[in-house]
């Protein structure tokens, strides 16, 4: 069904949940084996929470 959507993606969440944690992950090695990258980044405007974690892959 992701494959629906071709094209670069970037999906946000928090380290904290855990299924999104390994079903991301795990979707973007299926999709574009290692060619994915996982970054952290501050929550616009709320300093008062955990930074989320922001994975970037291409469908073809």
């Known amino acids: 069904m992701i494959s629906r ?10 380290d904290s949940n855990t299924a999104a944690v390994a079903f991301w ?6 999709i574009a084996g290692d060619a994915w990258t ?3 980044r501050p929550v616009p405007n ?7 974690v922001w994975i970037s892959f291409t469908i073809a």
């Open 5 to 14: 959507h071709p094209g670069p993606w970037k999906v946000a969440f928090q």
């Open 25 to 30: 992950r795990r979707v973007a090695t299926e």
């Open 46 to 52: 709320r300093p008062d929470v955990p930074p989320e």
């Open 38 to 40: 996982e970054e952290r």
